[in-house]
């Protein structure tokens, strides 16, 4: 099973709509500044300097520095914890679909 630790800190960091939102527009490109998520976000660039500082404590985006710009991307690798998690409840959601997929096939006949 997934270290609690990663799971726990992936979720925290997803937990929150506007940080979700950030990720969400990171994942969105190769990369971006603070100012350009900060742009037309409604959120201070200070509150997204937080966000992306826990969002990077959880492994789910990485920084690259560039004169004064630091550009950041998202960091696939950092859902691992939660896919992983998830993927602990695949065997429930596989007989649901069956159990669905049975219900359908009767209906049909």
Known sequence: MTQPAAINAVMRALADPTRRAVFERIAGVDEITVVELTRGSGVTQGAVSQHLKTLKQ???????PEGR??????????????????????????NRFADLRSLLKEIDT
Do not use: K
């Open 58 to 64: 959880a492994g789910l985006v990485a920084e690259r």
């Open 69 to 94: 710009n630091v550009y950041y991307r998202a960091a696939p690798e950092g859902l691992a914890p939660l896919f992983d998690w998830m993927s602990h409840y695949n065997a429930f959601w596989r």
